[in-house]
């Protein structure tokens, strides 16, 4: 079974930090595609970053391209969001999110992750 736990979430004004976090078990954190997914009331769920099981390869959603860092930490088995510049429009419901990818699929902002988190709000003033 897979378990993610995020952690991080909170108030910030606009053009300020957060750094979200996602602990998981080592097998997931060595063998999963793993992202960060958000939603706001209405809205559908939109894929915000991605990094591959390995942690070379990290793609991002164009909304978020320059502002937003997806790293993993080894130590702790923890997949991070680091969140710099963020704008009202960034405030939502954060999910941390997993895959176990076939063989020749791409870890990318778009998969179609299996396995997410409970959720972490953000929210940015104005």
């Known amino acids: 079974q897979v378990q993610l736990a995020e952690s991080g979430g909170g108030s910030v004004q606009s053009g300020g930090s957060l750094t979200l976090s996602c602990a998981t078990s080592?097998?997931?954190?060595?063998?999963?595609?793993m992202g960060w997914l958000r939603q706001t009331p209405g809205k559908e769920l939109e894929g915000v970053a991605a990094?591959?099981?390995?942690?070379?390869?990290?793609d991002y959603a164009d909304s978020v391209k320059g502002r937003f860092t997806i790293s993993r930490d080894p130590v702790k088995n923890t997949l991070l969001l680091r969140m710099n510049s963020l704008k009202p429009e960034d405030t939502a419901v954060y999910f941390c999110?997993?895959?176990?990818?076939?063989?020749?699929?791409?870890?990318?902002?778009?998969?179609?992750?299996?396995?997410r988190g409970q959720g972490t709000q953000v929210t940015v003033s104005s």
């Open positions: 999110a997993a895959e176990a990818l076939l063989p020749g699929h791409y870890c990318y902002s778009g998969t179609d992750f299996t396995y």
């Open positions: 990094i591959s099981a390995g942690g070379s390869y990290t």
């Open positions: 080592e097998f997931t954190y060595n063998n999963y595609c």
